[in-house]
């Protein structure tokens, strides 16, 4: 089965993941690369998430192209959501139930590296199979036995079952080449409003179908080693938005998952300035690199 959590009584009263749980949850995913926590966040914060996302962003929910909006499939956007208002909340960035797993996985001076959200609107086909990431160095021999070094957290701002349709995983995926890959099992799990999903960037994962008469949004969180830029995935929007004025009202102990993607520019945002060198290598800057990449 899919490696899964469910926090105790004791651990949510106390609002602390025990060093046990934290310790195997760290364990499962470096086994499978895939762990879902049951209870992680508390059903009326997501409730409250889905009701301000859809109130945001519902400009984005038809099939039409946007301009800052990634098309990740069949009837699917992929958004960066703003960091302010609800969505400015620790308990969702630094969850006290995922940073501990999260720093066993990553170390502790990682990164929020992208916050955002993929919509698939109803109709909408499965995904093609594949990873969040083509690996570090574009070799599998070497990137299949190299560590994490980013996870996606998916939270569901609605109850995943069969009908709306889930994200199918192949545990284990992300220790493998692309050939060896296809020999493995794969899983759907079903969450319940309050759960979330860890991917290592590299799962080979696709999203079901929506059979159901309205929209799938889900959050996610990536989080990296700090030297880790991704160069493949945005190419119309910036993986990080916040205001300078959130910016001051996140904690201080937790400005670090932030303060990398600060610019100083007057826009008010910190994301990846158009000027800045390009992270794959290409000695090109950020907006001529991804201007290529969207031709």
């Not at 899983?187 to 994962?205: E, I, K, S, T």
């Not at 030297?227 to 205001?243: A, G, H, M």
């Not at 990398?260 to 300035?273: C, D, L």
Request: proline content about 7%; glycine content about 6%.
């Amino acid at each position: 089965m899919l490696p899964q959590i469910t926090l105790s009584d004791d651990e949510i009263t106390r609002d602390m993941l025990n060093p046990t749980t934290a310790l195997e949850g760290t364990r499962l995913f470096k086994d499978y690369g895939a762990l879902v926590i049951t209870n992680a966040f508390p059903p009326a914060l997501v409730h409250s998430m889905n009701l301000a996302f859809r109130e945001r962003y519902h400009e984005y929910f038809r099939e039409k192209d946007a301009l800052d909006a990634l098309p990740v499939g069949n009837r699917r956007k992929m958004i960066t959501v703003s960091v302010e208002g609800v969505f400015n909340n620790p308990r969702i960035y630094a969850n006290p139930f995922v940073t501990p797993i999260m720093s066993g996985i990553l170390g502790k001076s990682y990164i929020l590296n992208g916050y955002g959200s993929v919509v698939s609107l109803p109709g909408s086909k499965t995904q093609h199979k594949h990873s969040d990431y083509t690996g570090l160095f574009l070799d599998d021999a070497i990137d299949s036995k190299i560590p994490t070094f980013a996870v996606t957290v998916i939270i569901p701002l609605v109850a995943i079952d069969e009908t709306v349709g889930t994200t199918r995983v192949w545990p284990g995926s992300h220790k493998t080449t692309e050939k060896e890959s296809k020999a493995l099992q794969y899983f759907d799990p079903v969450m319940p409003l309050g759960a979330c999903l860890l991917m290592d960037y590299m799962l080979v994962h696709n999203g079901q179908a929506n059979h159901s008469d309205d929209i799938r949004p889900i959050m996610y969180n990536i989080y990296s080693k700090p030297w880790f830029r991704d160069d493949i995935n945005y190419v119309k929007q910036s993986p990080l938005i916040i205001p300078e004025s959130e910016y001051n009202r996140v904690p201080p102990g937790l400005q670090k998952l932030f303060a990398w993607s600060r610019t100083g520019s007057n826009s008010g945002h910190m994301e990846i300035a158009p000027e800045a060198p390009c992270m794959c290598g290409s000695g090109r800057k950020y907006s001529e690199c991804h201007g290529k990449l969207i031709q």
